[in-house]
């Protein structure tokens, strides 16, 4: 059974650009979850995705957008990126079924840079 | 959205007990509560959850107080690998959509340091 992947690692981009992030869920799990943690900070939800639609949004601008795939991967996207951005995206994989529900897995993460 | 309240930080020895509290006098019934707990450079990792009656699992045991307004989350015997932030949370349900799942609302969570 693989863990939860998330690419790159780390990336350095300026203010103005877009990029995508990256997430291969957990075999098996249908949902994924991302957040933003900022340095010495909890996570905070951007958003999840059930099934390949969106299933619920933190209190993030709609320049924040996201993806999943039939194969239950997803994408996160951020336009217009701006410093603020700067932090760490963890993905966290979830299951709807009953016996795991209640625990979500995460990836390492991806530490962002905007300069 | 119900809210947690945590201790900034905390210290402890190594190989004693670990108590480590969690405030949260909103919780509504349909609540859980979980915790998760984040080692450096790593994604967070589930340690337990609960909702009304005591949990125990090879981590950790969860204690939930009767009027579920507090919890502790109780580390055995504590190893210099269980250095972390432990954060408590509730889960959350937004609105719900087919067979919907939940997120998670994170505070700042609990800084534990083990002293060898």
């Known amino acids: 059974e693989t863990g939860v992947t998330q690419s790159p690692t780390h990336l350095i981009k300026t203010r103005g650009q877009q990029v995508t992030l990256r997430c291969s869920s957990q075999?098996?799990?249908?949902?994924v979850s991302w957040y933003q943690q900022a340095l010495g900070q909890g996570p905070q939800f951007i958003f999840q995705?059930?099934?390949?639609?969106?299933?619920g949004r933190g209190n993030f601008p709609p320049r924040f957008s996201g993806l999943q795939f039939p194969n239950y991967s997803s994408e996160l996207n951020v336009n217009a990126l701006e410093l603020d951005d700067s932090a760490l995206y963890l993905c966290?994989?979830?299951?709807?079924?009953?016996?795991?529900?209640?625990?979500?897995?995460f990836g390492a993460g991806t530490r962002l840079s905007v300069l | 959205d119900a809210k947690t309240t945590q201790p900034n930080s905390m210290e402890s020895n190594e190989e004693e007990p670990v108590h480590l509290p969690c405030n949260h006098s909103t919780i509504s019934g349909t609540d859980y509560i979980h915790w998760y707990r984040q080692l450096p450079s790593q994604g967070p990792e589930y340690v337990i959850h609960?909702?009304?009656?005591?949990v125990n699992n090879r981590m950790a045991s969860l204690a939930i107080a009767e009027d579920r307004k507090s919890s502790t989350l109780i580390l055995h015997r504590a190893t210099l690998r269980d250095a972390a932030v432990y954060y408590c949370i509730l889960r959350d349900f937004f609105y719900r959509k087919k067979d919907s799942n939940y997120q998670l609302i994170w505070g700042a969570g609990t800084k534990l340091i083990i002293k060898p």
């Open positions: 995705y059930y099934r390949e639609e969106e299933n």
């Open positions: 075999s098996g799990h249908n949902t």
């Open positions: 609960g909702l009304t009656s005591n």
């Open positions: 966290a994989s979830s299951s709807d079924s009953s016996g795991t529900k209640n625990i979500q897995y």
